[in-house]
């Protein structure tokens, strides 16, 4: 009876055994093939779902470096009273700004010293719900110091640098996406960019940038905020005495003039002026409503508007 339960015993316990090595082996090859499948369908989504090459370096860039954003300030030039195009602008831009994955992009409007009591409160009531208004310390002009006061102040009263500082006119569409992609690849010191004048000129090294929307690089602004040169000669065409203060401190080396994609509305300054075309970064002399809706249906801002019950249009 003993030799028989230790026989059975045995038997009982080799088997035990058997399942054991049968149970890790089937433990193992099953671990083999899932760590097989998952290699190959890391293979294939790789093929699948890389980014193809493609022929633009900035399209390669907003790909792949999305962390070295660009910044840039765009300071609208207006005036306290323009509260309608104020308004009409930020639908414009904003609708704009969050979809550049290259850039992050501030907007202000910027005017001189409030001189009205409608204004203080008006005005107040913006900065309160905005806050994308800079309030220079000048009598309102355009052609007597208010962009040197602009320029010069942004170093003394800004927390923070930007990469680029933008002057613009408040009747000029700008295209951020675009314009942020054409800067991308510049270099970010020493740069001055935009529509060189005259119109037929493509050498960004003579004479200067249309005021319908320039970009100097921050130690650019810096420059003119310190240097004698700008702070003594300040009256006359703002654009123009730009680029004759770089010109005479041998400042922006790097110069960039971005025709066609930068024009006047077609019809309004002779050889400044062109057709729309779908590369445009900047459309300028837009002065009448019908001129800006012409802009906005060409390049149909509304496509992003979804169908909803309750729009009855």
Request: hydrophobic share 40%; net charge positive; glycine share 4%.
């Amino acid at each position: 009876m003993h030799k028989y339960i230790n026989s059975f015993e045995l038997h009982f316990l080799t088997r035990i055994k058997l399942l054991r090595m049968l149970r890790i082996r089937l433990i193992q090859a099953t671990l083999t093939s899932i760590v097989i499948l998952l290699l190959i369908f890391f293979i294939v989504f790789d093929i699948k779902y890389k980014s193809p090459l493609t022929n633009s370096s900035i399209t390669s860039i907003t790909l792949h470096n999305t962390s070295t954003q660009l910044t840039l300030l765009i300071g609208i030039l207006t005036r306290p009273d323009t509260y309608d195009r104020r308004h009409f602008l930020r639908l414009i831009y904003g609708t704009q700004t969050q979809s550049i994955p290259t850039a992050k992009i501030d907007i202000k409007f910027v005017f001189c010293n409030l001189t009205k009591p409608e204004q203080r409160i008006l005005v107040s009531l913006e900065i309160m719900r905005f806050n994308d208004i800079i309030i220079l310390n000048c009598h309102e002009n355009m052609n007597q110091g208010k962009t040197y006061t602009y320029l010069s102040t942004l170093p003394r009263v800004l927390s923070t640098r930007y990469d680029y500082v933008m002057k613009a006119d408040d009747d000029v569409y700008l295209r951020l996406k675009p314009l942020a992609f054409s800067l991308y690849p510049l270099p970010r010191n020493d740069t001055y960019y935009g529509f060189v004048i005259p119109c037929p000129s493509v050498n960004p090294f003579v004479n200067y940038m249309s005021g319908m929307g320039f970009v100097l690089s921050w130690d650019l602004v810096e420059w003119i905020g310190s240097s004698s040169i700008p702070k003594n000669d300040t009256f006359g065409p703002e654009d123009k005495l730009v680029g004759k203060w770089l010109n005479s401190g041998k400042k922006a080396k790097n110069r960039f003039s971005n025709k066609p994609a930068m024009y006047d509305y077609p019809g309004t300054n002779g050889r400044c002026s062109h057709d729309l075309i779908p590369d445009t970064i900047a459309v300028h002399r837009l002065k009448r409503w019908d001129q800006w809706l012409h802009v906005l249906r060409f390049f149909n801002v509304t496509k992003e508007v979804e169908l909803s019950k309750l729009y009855n249009v």
